[in-house]
T-cell receptor
Framework: KAGVTQTPRYLIKTRGQQVTLSCSPI?????VSWYQQTPGQGLQFLFE???????NKGNFPGRFSGRQFSNSRSEMNVSTLELGDSALYLC??????????????FGPGTRLTVL | GENVEQHPSTLSVQEGDSAVIKCTYS??????FPWYKQELGKRPQLIID?????GEKKDQRIAVTLNKTAKHFSLHITETQPEDSAVYFC???????????FGRGTSLIVHP
């Protein structure tokens, strides 16, 4: 199976602009989670989508939003970019089976630089 | 909600030594504990995981132990090699609609 893919891999934007990142999960995986990773901050959870619904949300401002399509592909949007939004944005997909917790598989990430 | 503490934040060892990274969790309902390795500029990749019905799991030079009573789990790497240098993340999850909670990461440096 193909792994999780993310596009674009790199983005450079200026303050005030908005950006849309895309994530395609592993085939059959229905849950997609988004994380922000900055040096020294670990993996900060943004939100999780399951069956086109946002099921979990982290502690980020409303400028960060997302959606999931019927084929489980997901997008996240950041509006009114700030310098502090510069980070690696990772998405992860999991199967969501009936028993126990499922492994999350990460994409390669999108490196966003805000100038 | 779940809280995962990971220690140490940085670990420096000589090639051939063993390395141990420890995590504690707060939610007794957590039942799945994966470990991820993230090399510089790359994605986090699952290296080993353990479920709550097992106390220990090994895969070549890597092992994970779980103490459900004390709510802690550890990653053990034996005979470390320079290519083991990376950031390691632990996580705890209880499945269903709950997303995993990650530790803050341990930067492992293996000196040749």
């Amino acid at each position: 199976k193909a792994g999780v893919t993310q596009t674009p891999r790199y983005l450079i934007k200026t303050r005030g602009q908005q950006v849309t990142l895309s994530c395609s999960p592993i085939s059959g995986h229905r849950s997609v989670s988004w994380y922000q990773q900055t040096p020294g901050q670990g993996l900060q959870f943004l939100f999780e989508y399951f069956s086109e619904t946002q099921r979990n949300k982290g502690n980020f401002p409303g400028r960060f939003s997302g959606r999931q399509f019927s084929n489980s592909r997901s997008e996240m949007n950041v509006s009114t970019l700030e310098l502090g939004d510069s980070a690696l944005y990772l998405c992860a997909s999991s199967l969501i089976g009936r028993q126990g917790a499922d492994t999350q598989y990460f994409g390669p990430g999108t490196r966003l630089t805000v100038l | 909600g779940e809280n995962v503490e990971q220690h140490p934040s940085t670990l420096s060892v000589q090639e051939g030594d063993s390395a141990v990274i420890k995590c504690t969790y707060s939610d007794s309902a957590s039942n799945y504990f994966p470990w991820y390795k993230q090399e510089l500029g790359k994605r986090p990749q699952l290296i080993i995981d353990i479920r709550s019905n097992v106390g220990e799991k090994k895969d070549q030079r890597i092992a994970v132990t779980l103490n459900k009573t004390a709510k802690h789990f550890s990653l053990h790497i034996t005979e470390t090699q320079p290519e083991d240098s990376a950031v390691y993340f632990c996580a705890a999850s209880r499945g269903g609609s709950y997303i995993p909670t990650f530790g803050r990461g341990t930067s492992l440096i293996v000196h040749p």
